[in-house]
């Protein structure tokens, strides 16, 4: 369970008719409203299959992904800034 159900105290309901599902892909796309659509796909010898797709808020995207990079003990790499070159 996530540290935010523990804080606010929420019980979390499952549906043990849900299918766990493979995927190994990852699209997102945002909208101007700070709403993400997110797939989950799966990809097969003939393509790429669609297994899920859901629409994110933009601040509990950012909770979802810091909640993954937590249980992976993962940090993601930052790209240094572009600096200009200096005139000698």
Avoid at 19 to 29: M, T
Avoid at 65 to 87: E, M, Q, S
């Amino acid at each position: 369970m996530s540290d935010d159900k523990r804080e606010i105290g929420l019980e979390v309901h499952t549906d043990e008719r849900l299918p766990a599902i493979f995927v190994d892909n990852l699209g997102i796309s945002t909208r101007s409203d700070d709403m993400h659509f997110v797939q989950f796909m799966t990809s097969l010898p003939g393509g790429v299959s669609e297994q899920c797709r859901m629409m994110i808020p933009d601040e509990k995207l950012k909770r979802m992904i810091d909640v993954l990079c937590d249980h992976l003990k993962y940090a993601p790499k930052r790209p240094r800034p572009k600096t200009k070159a200096r005139v000698k």
